[in-house]
């Protein structure tokens, strides 16, 4: 079993700043790759960035060249880095490992909101 926290989240005006921190707990030698996931109201949960026990780091394209997704190897932790926030990115944001199997874990989200 893996256990994720994520903090980090608030709200922020467009243009500013965020950096959201996935603490994993548990079986974590089994974690092969983590990643964040958002949600809008109304929407699908939808892939953000993902980074695998190799470093090799994955974004989707409407947060390319403004999120950076890295990793904390001693303390477990992967964070994501966000500029140039925009409205649209508002959302809960949750954290993903993905084990041996697979299997996936999931945090609980935590929330950002882009506003004026």
């Known amino acids: 079993q893996v256990q994720l926290v994520e903090s980090g989240g608030g709200l922020v005006q467009p243009g500013g700043s965020l950096r959201l921190s996935c603490a994993a707990s548990g079986t974590t030698f089994t974690i092969v790759a983590m990643g964040w996931y958002r949600q809008a109201p109304g929407k699908q949960r939808e892939l953000v960035a993902t980074?695998?026990?190799?470093?090799?780091?994955n974004y989707a394209d409407s947060v390319k060249g403004r999120f950076s997704i890295s990793r904390d190897n001693a303390k477990i932790t992967v964070y994501l880095q966000m500029n140039s926030l925009k409205p649209e990115d508002t959302g809960v944001y949750y954290c993903q490992a993905q084990t041996w199997g697979p299997r996936y874990y999931w945090g609980q989200g935590t929330q950002v909101t882009v506003s004026s």
């Open positions: 980074i695998t026990r190799d470093g090799n780091t």
